[in-house]
């Protein structure tokens, strides 16, 4: 699962992509957020989805059912950067929030499906290192991989490099308003 993620490698996208971006330590569902296709564009994180009468925001989709559900099959493609996401480990009275990134401090690039205005992210069963804190994370590309993503790849044929490593940070950064590098410190 990926419920919140930031992106501060401000400089990196300028000199990747030629986009200029603010540095955001606490990006939250229904944020316009950057995403790579043929260009890099903005869209809105989190899809309006109605079932049973209720509207619901997806901002996740299981990547070992996203060419099988319905609500998947019409979307596109896409490629989210990231600089890490935090996830929050379920304890017994409470949710402890855990930041995860890459150990050499690179972008990440994750796996999504977007339609014109909105985005979710790939998900897939947690890896091994990360697994106890949740049993979900995003699907992890190499940024050489990310023009395979989106013309429709197998899954299988993705893979990553990164070494991931996580660590616990203040409840800070259960408020999206509270958007600061203070959130990824370690508490």
């Given at each position: 699962m990926?419920?919140?993620?930031?992106?501060?490698?401000?400089?990196?996208?300028?000199?990747?992509?030629?986009v200029s971006i603010e540095s955001s330590y606490n990006i939250a569902p229904?944020?316009?957020?950057?995403?790579?296709?043929?260009?890099?564009?903005?869209?809105?994180?989190?899809?309006?989805?109605?079932?049973?009468g209720a509207e619901k925001l997806l901002i996740n989709c299981r990547s070992e059912t996203l060419n099988e559900k319905k609500t998947f099959k019409q979307l596109r493609r896409c490629v989210i950067p990231m600089s890490g996401w935090y996830e929050w480990q379920r304890s017994a009275s409470k949710k402890i929030p855990f930041y995860h990134f890459d150990l050499s401090d690179q972008m990440i690039y994750v796996a999504g499906l977007c339609n014109e205005k909105n985005v979710v992210v790939a998900?897939?069963?947690?890896?091994?290192?990360v697994s106890y804190i949740h049993h979900r994370q995003p699907v992890l590309i190499n940024e050489n991989q990310v023009s395979d993503w989106n013309n429709g790849c197998a899954?299988?044929?993705?893979?990553?490099?990164?070494?991931?490593?996580?660590?616990?940070?203040?409840?800070?950064?259960?408020?999206?308003?509270?958007?600061?590098?203070?959130?990824i410190l370690a508490s």
């Open positions: 990926c419920g919140r993620f930031t992106l501060h490698h401000s400089q990196t996208v300028k000199d990747n992509y030629k229904s944020s316009e957020i950057l995403v790579l296709l043929n260009t890099p564009t903005r869209l809105n994180w989190g899809l309006s989805v109605s079932w049973s998900t897939k069963e947690a890896e091994s290192n899954l299988g044929d993705i893979c990553h490099d990164y070494k991931i490593q996580t660590h616990r940070v203040s409840l800070l950064v259960n408020n999206p308003r509270n958007n600061t590098a203070d959130n």
